[in-house]
Nanobody
Framework: QVQLVESGGDLVQPGGSLRLSCVAS????????MNWYRQAPGKERELVAA????????VYADSVKGRFTISRDNRKNTVHLQMNSLKPEDTAVYYC???????????WGQGTQVTVSS
């Protein structure tokens, strides 16, 4: 079955950096778009970044462009989110996601907490 396991969340000061990782298993990782979403308290879950199954096919939310970088390693079934110049408004639970592996639905990891605060 599909498993997505995130790691790397932490408490960091404004202006700092974090690198999130998501290890996937149970499906042919290289064939599927991998996404990072986040959800802050009291807010809707939002797409942060996506990495398609072709080289260079990435998408970013306007709020993170120029600060966050998504990358994937198909040999290790892993997708990363490098987050630089972090702001307090980046505080959220970050989720790894893919869609449509065995049926038409989303698959989610358990989430990893990122807190940006001085």
């Amino acid at each position: 079955q599909v498993q997505l396991v995130e790691s790397g969340g932490d408490l960091v000061q404004p202006g700092g950096s974090l690198r999130l990782s998501c290890v996937a298993s149970g499906f042919d990782f290289s064939r599927y778009t991998m996404n990072w979403y986040r959800q802050a308290p009291g807010k809707e879950r939002e797409l942060v970044a996506a990495a398609g199954n072709t080289v260079g096919s990435t998408v970013y939310a306007d709020s993170v462009k120029g600060r966050f970088t998504i990358s994937r390693d198909n040999r290790k079934n892993t997708v990363h989110l490098q987050m630089n110049s972090l702001k307090p408004e980046d505080t959220a639970v970050y989720y790894c996601n893919t869609w449509g592996v065995y049926d038409s639905r989303d698959y989610w990891g358990q989430g990893t907490q990122v807190t940006v605060s001085s």
